[in-house]
């Protein structure tokens, strides 16, 4: 159902009145974010989601996941406009990628907020951003939880997960069982740390935090740039069923993500000029005295995403994804080399 | 996918090694809960579940829980057996009963671990716990995230939360809007606090956690009984096309979630010597000095579950579920009132 009467403040120790206050101010945003899929008045506990008809074997695509200690970043700027909201619109996003990368696209989303005190409007902005991402998305907010446990949490923090389900038709699965030696990688751009690598970032950048980077942006700015959704510019690529595999540049960074979806026998060769690297990132390794190794290792670089494409496919491919570019290709072997 | 090297440990600042060890511990565990959907070897960022064969209108039912600051209790006598175990089984338990009360029956699970420090053996057991219970229900955990985030949570302390994903046919789905006065009332024991009033409760029983029942129960292994999954009662119930509704009772007691499966104009009235009060309930009140009707808006009192027939399928239904009895009975008007 989604309906926001199923968030559970029923927990004994939760301000019922500050509950229902935070109940009014969302209540909007999770219906502003209902398809067609979302069965309404139907029981109250869980969410109901009819699935698309029409499909053959559809197959759900499931992923669950967190923001992180860049919600610690977030509380410290949450007065600044829209931080609070980029932490709910991190969230989606990274769910959306999670589970395009095997295909699929979004079907719904169910949040988990929970911390040592509910600040109204701080899981109101939480539950805005993740609403907006859903909208964006076509994926409807279902269900979600908000819970207040003040011995867990310390004070005034808050942790913030959530669920995706998408679905895909079983044979349209995106598997990486195709990739050979000389495929095409292309990239996509990340604009910034997404929502990984922030407990090294912010040992590195420690009281550095309002500097000013060279192109004027806050240092703390640009260390909470929106996790980008790779929806948009990956949907009309699966369309065209030119994708062989797909990566999502994550925890790891790019040996720890890219390796995964590429069949045993097979690493690829990234060009490391052919995509631009943040500057906040080089702020950090030098702030920080992090070696080169440990950068990749920990941070995606830039890359967001990263789709494979047959050699032949390449210029079609760039030319239905926005954004993207050639940044290597499918080598014999294992793993990431940067050339 | 479900498989665990999909759990994120890649965050800055986990123990590497720490993760590892969790993640050979939890392999298996996860491993024996895959049921036939689950797609192996396919990708490896979200988890892949095919949908059964043959089904009309498939809906989907889905739910994000916690188990609240019942982690708090459970960490001080996390050194006894089957205590982390336990609270695993609570979150899976509550959620299946969660999608239960609209006919659903259980697909697959996702898992959210997040602690101070990642303790590898205690998230094992934590997903040991997670995975039992799934098995039981048939359920396969899918996937999973498991965070370290020191800066969040207290010293020591963990969150534990999960999204449950049932399926049901369209014309299945129990909406309550057969439901007339006259109908029965049928409850299930609950044997204890399930995962509700656990702030409460401890705030009451400060310092008397070690005393013992009268039944020979420790206070603390009264307080920390499972939350009882009422799948193997419900589902024989589901199958005879008997129930015209059903409620879980979680936060907010009777009073907070038997009116919300019912439509408009109709209440229940429960005969309260109808069902046994666990004896820690009585403990809490006098404990605590807390009001009979707090009692009541807080906990769930013995009764777990609710399930609502029609008055000739009383009989019937009592031996298809077992554990069952006749509770009370709908009336018209609104609400629970307890004679």
């Known amino acids: 159902m989604g309906r926001t009467d199923e968030r559970a403040y029923g ?19 999770v219906a502003s974010t209902y398809t ?9 506990f869980g969410g109901l989601f009819e699935l698309p008809a029409g499909m053959r074997r559809p197959v759900l695509a499931a ?26 619109r991190d969230l989606v996003n990274h769910c959306v990628n999670d589970v395009l990368v095997q295909g699929a696209t979004p079907l719904f989303f169910l949040d988990y907020v929970a911390s040592e005190r509910l600040e109204p409007d701080a899981v109101a902005a939480l539950v805005r951003g993740v609403a907006s991402a859903c909208r964006e998305a076509g994926m409807a907010l279902l269900g979600g939880e908000t819970a207040e446990m003040p011995g867990v949490y310390r004070e005034g923090e808050f942790d913030l997960a959530g669920t995706i389900v998408g679905v895909v038709e079983r044979d349209e699965v995106v598997d990486g069982s195709r990739v050979v030696p000389g495929d095409a990688v292309l990239g996509l751009p990340s604009g910034g740390l997404q929502t990984n690598g922030f407990s090294l970032a912010r040992r590195a950048l420690e009281g550095r935090l309002d500097e000013v980077l060279p192109d004027g942006t806050p240092v703390w700015r640009a260390l909470l740039a929106e996790h980008r959704s790779f929806l948009p510019a990956v949907r009309p690529l699966l369309a065209s069923r030119l994708v062989k595999a797909m990566a999502h540049v994550t ?14 026998g097979t690493g690829v060769r990234l060009e490391r000029g052919a995509w631009e690297v943040p500057p906040v990132f080089d702020l950090i390794r030098s702030a920080g005295g992090v070696a080169e190794a440990e950068m990749y290792d920990v941070f995606n670089m830039g890359l967001g995403f990263v789709v494979v494409v047959a050699a ?3 210029a ?4 239905l994804a926005p954004g993207s570019r050639v940044v290597g290709e499918v080598v014999a072997g294992a793993g990431v080399e940067l050339a």
Chains 1, 2 share one sequence.
Do not use: C, Q
């Not at 927990?11 to 945003?29: N, P, Q, S």
């Open 11 to 29: 927990r004994a120790g939760v301000d019922l009145d500050a509950a229902a206050r935070t109940m009014d101010l969302i209540t909007r945003e």
């Open 36 to 44: 067609p899929g979302v069965l309404r008045g139907l029981g109250a």
């Open 63 to 88: 992923s669950t996941d967190g923001v992180g200690t860049k919600t610690v970043l977030a509380r410290r700027y949450a007065a600044e406009p829209g931080v609070l909201e980029g932490i709910g």
């Open 251 to 264: 925890g790891g960074g790019l040996p720890g993500n890219v390796p995964r979806s590429l069949p045993p």
């Open 312 to 314: 032949d496919d390449a």
């Open 316 to 319: 079609a491919a760039l030319s």
